[in-house]
Nanobody, 126 residues
Framework: QLQLVESGGGLVQPGGSLRLSCAAS????????VGWFRQAPGKERERISC????????YYSDSVKGRFTISKDNANNTVYLQMNSLKPEDTAVYYC???????????????????WGQGTRVTVSS
């Protein structure tokens, strides 16, 4: 059974940092593209970053580019999202998701992802 579990969320002050983890079980992440999404209250789910299966190329939305970094540790079957310079508008529930697609991950919308985690809440507030 494919399972993803996010962790690392919490309360942080503006300008602070958090590192989210997405641990996979039941499958090897190096055969999947992995994306990070977030959903703020009253807003649609937003794709913010992903890492491709084929060459680990990455994608970032304009809202997080330059502040967030996605990485993959195949040995630990985990994908990370390092979030720096956090802003109040980054407050949301963050989800990771996986798809077996072999194209560059930026080609995949949320509907293309077949495995999802339960989410971890990030609150940026003073």
């Amino acid at each position: 059974q494919l399972q993803l579990v996010e962790s690392g969320g919490g309360l942080v002050q503006p300008g602070g940092s958090l590192r989210l983890s997405c641990a996979a079980s039941g499958f090897a992440l190096d055969y999947f593209a992995v994306g990070w999404f977030r959903q703020a209250p009253g807003k649609e789910r937003e794709r913010i970053s992903c890492i491709s299966r084929r060459d680990s190329s990455t994608y970032y939305s304009d809202s997080v580019k330059g502040r967030f970094t996605i990485s993959k540790d195949n040995a630990n079957n985990t994908v990370y999202l390092q979030m720096n310079s956090l802003k109040p508008e980054d407050t949301a529930v963050y989800y990771c998701a996986a798809t077996q697609g072999s194209y560059y991950c930026s080609a995949y919308a949320s509907g293309d992802y077949t495995a999802w985690g339960q989410g971890t809440r990030v609150t940026v507030s003073s």
